[in-house]
C-alpha cells in the first residue's frame, strides 16, 4: 500500500499547479481522498477532500474558488488543481486516504490512514 505525490514544484503569485497522488498496492475505489499541507513552523492543515463514494468535495475557506479536487478511479489517481497560487499556499502538500464521508459544506469526517511522502509547493512572490 503506496501513496505517491507529484507535480509541486516552483512557481510565480498567481501561476497553477496540479499535483497527482497515485496509489499503488490497492485500489482507491470507494475511499476517500484529502490533500492536506504543511507550511514551515505552522501545523498540518486540511486543504481538499472529497468521497469515494459520490464525488462530493470540500474545500478549507483558504483555497475556495482557487483549488479543485478531483479523482480517476480508473487510473488509481487523485489530483489537486491549484489555481491563482499565492504565497501563503507554501507548504508540503500530503495526500491521504480513508474511510468516512465528506460533503460540502459538512467537511471531511474521513479517518486517513494512508499517506504520502509529500510534495513541495513554493510560491514566489
Known amino acids: 500500500v503506496q501513496l505517491v505525490e507529484s507535480g509541486g514544484g516552483l512557481v510565480q503569485t498567481g501561476g497553477s499547479l496540479r499535483l497527482s497522488c497515485e496509489a499503488s498496492g490497492w485500489s482507491l475505489d470507494y475511499y476517500a481522498i484529502g490533500w492536506f499541507r504543511q507550511a514551515p513552523g505552522k501545523e498540518r492543515e486540511g486543504v481538499s477532500c472529497?468521497?469515494?463514494?459520490?464525488?462530493?468535495?470540500y474545500y478549507a475557506e483558504s483555497v475556495k474558488g482557487r483549488f479543485t479536487i478531483s479523482r480517476d478511479d480508473a487510473k488509481n489517481t487523485g489530483y489537486l488543481h491549484m489555481t491563482s497560487l499565492k504565497p501563503e499556499d507554501t507548504a508540503v502538500y500530503y495526500c491521504?486516504?480513508?474511510?468516512?464521508?465528506?460533503?460540502?459544506?459538512?467537511?471531511?469526517?474521513?479517518?486517513?490512514?494512508?499517506w504520502g511522502q509529500g510534495t513541495q509547493v513554493t510560491v514566489s512572490s
Open positions: 472529497i468521497s469515494g463514494s459520490d464525488g462530493s468535495p
Open positions: 491521504a486516504v480513508g474511510t468516512g464521508s465528506v460533503s460540502t459544506l459538512g467537511g471531511c469526517l474521513v479517518n486517513f490512514d494512508s
